[in-house]
């Protein structure tokens, strides 16, 4: 039954790794998101695409690849992680129109020795 | 672009009491959304209460209400009677009407931590 889900929950690796959150939602939505929350919880968009197309990519590092196999699935793949990337990244989604509020997944917390 | 300011990084009410939470935001739009999340220690981001901006009257969930005043781009929350079950961050967030690359973005507060004392 749930919603918005991301896997892993916890994801701890080392510096240089790549690695990849994988986000699914259930909801019939066709606008999906990620967010970067950071150690001080500032949240913030990285990426949004409606019905597999990319529509925000807000100056993220191209070391970040988004890919929507289909609308109700949106990965994150990062390549040569570094520590700054240490986070808590959140999927979301919603219907693009109106104002439909954003369904959140629990997040995936990102560590980096 | 939109900003989105919490000034209260903290605050605290006993439990059954009134508290507020403050927002402002500064924005050129006309149309636009208005929300307000709830994160507890768990991490879910959990929709609180939204706001239309082209209506007057405030919307209102249960125990809590907004005090939306658009003319001072001012959005708050009120939450009543306040349980042991509402100590969490609270973001407040806002989302443009307008079409383009924007268009569904969650611009977000710094957030305000709210604690609940028994």
């Known amino acids: 039954d749930t919603a918005v889900s991301q896997t892993p929950k916890y994801l701890v690796t080392q510096m240089g790794n790549d690695k990849s959150i994988k986000c699914e939602q259930n909801l019939g939505h066709d606008t999906m998101y990620w967010y970067k929350q950071d150690s001080k919880k500032f949240l913030k968009i990285m990426f949004s695409y409606n019905n597999k197309e990319l529509i925000i990519n807000e100056t993220v590092p191209n070391r970040f690849s988004p890919k929507s196999p289909d609308k109700a699935h949106l990965n994150l793949h990062i390549n040569s992680l570094e520590l700054g990337d240490s986070a808590v990244y959140f999927c979301?989604?919603?219907?693009?129109?109106?104002?439909?509020?954003?369904?959140f997944g629990d997040g995936t917390r990102l560590s980096i020795l | 672009a939109q900003t989105v300011t919490q000034s209260q990084p903290e605050m605290s009410v006993q439990e059954a009491e009134t508290v507020t939470l403050s927002c402002t935001y500064d924005t050129s739009e006309s149309d636009y959304y208005l929300f307000w999340y709830k994160q507890p220690p768990s991490r879910q981001m959990i929709l609180v209460i939204r706001q239309e901006a082209y209506k007057q009257q405030n919307a209102t969930e249960n125990r809590f209400s907004v005090n939306f005043q658009k003319a001072a781009k001012s959005f708050s929350l009120k939450i009543s009677d306040s349980q042991l079950g509402d100590a969490a961050m609270y973001f407040c967030?806002?989302?443009?009407?307008?079409?383009?690359?924007?268009?569904?973005?969650?611009?977000f507060g710094q957030g305000t931590i709210l604690t609940v004392h028994p």
């Open positions: 979301a989604s919603s219907r693009r129109q109106g104002n439909q509020p954003q369904h």
């Open positions: 967030a806002y989302r443009s009407a307008a079409g383009g690359t924007s268009y569904g973005k969650l611009t």
